[in-house]
């Protein structure tokens, strides 16, 4: 198996413009999750989906940022407009299985800056 | 809601050392633990993960973690750190109903000077 698959792996952009990072889970994953991580604040849920619905947005900053589970093999975030603050590590990581004994594999992480 | 606390922020050791990393946590219902590790620039792994049973856990490179349920605390140890042990090391919950979110403590570094 590849693992959970984000791309890309590094994206520098300017404030104001929009960014779009993708996540492939692990085939047979039922249970997709968005991580930020900083310096500052460590890691955070962002949010997770269950058979490609949205469970839980709550770690959601604000309105500028959105994401997607159009199927069960492809997950997008986007945020725009993007903003310096935003530069972080965003982890996708998938898991199968209800109840909390199953394990998160993550993938590699997109490394964005925004200037 | 879960949380978890990791006590220390940045620890320094000498190779051969022994190291225990605190995490307590607070939740309201049966949890499992896990300690994740990231290596620099790398992504996290799993380390070693707590369910039920043996509260005594043994994961992967010599480390292992004791689940103390009156505590609310799942420390990670290792009686003998080596160089490649240099890492960030993150202890997680995650409830066992409702919300199936895994929370993360801060995070503690680890440096290891040969």
């Known amino acids: 198996d590849a693992g959970v698959i984000q791309s890309p792996r590094h994206e520098v952009t300017e404030m104001g413009q929009e960014v779009t990072l993708r996540c492939k889970p692990i085939?047979?994953?039922?249970?997709l999750f968005w991580y930020r991580q900083t310096m500052m604040r460590g890691l955070e849920l962002l949010i997770y989906?269950?058979?490609?619905?949205?469970?839980?947005d709550s770690g959601m900053p604000e309105d500028r940022f959105s994401a997607k589970m159009p199927n069960a093999s492809f997950s997008t975030l986007k945020i725009q407009p993007s903003e310096p603050r935003d530069s972080a590590v965003y982890f996708c990581?998938?898991?199968f299985g209800a109840g909390g004994a199953n394990v998160l594999t993550f993938g590699a992480g997109s490394r964005l800056t925004v200037l | 809601a879960q949380s978890v606390s990791q006590h220390n922020h940045h620890v320094i050791l000498s190779e051969a050392a022994s190291l225990e990393l605190g995490c307590n946590y607070s939740?309201?219902?049966?949890?499992?633990l896990f300690w994740y590790v990231q290596y620099p620039g790398q992504h996290l792994q799993l380390l070693l993960k707590?369910?039920?049973?043996?509260?005594l856990v043994k994961g992967i490179k010599g480390f292992e973690a004791e689940f103390i349920k009156s505590k609310f605390s799942f420390n990670l140890r290792k009686p003998s750190v080596q160089w490649s042990d240099t890492a960030e090391y993150f202890c997680?919950?995650?409830?066992?109903?409702?919300?199936?979110?895994?929370?993360f403590g801060q995070g503690t570094r680890l440096t290891i000077n040969p």
């Open positions: 707590y369910f039920s049973g043996d509260p």
């Open positions: 989906f269950n058979n490609n619905v949205p469970i839980d």
């Open positions: 085939s047979g994953h039922d249970y």
């Open positions: 939740y309201g219902g049966t949890v499992n």
């Open positions: 990581a998938s898991s």
């Open positions: 997680a919950v995650r409830g066992i109903q409702g919300a199936q979110k895994l929370v």
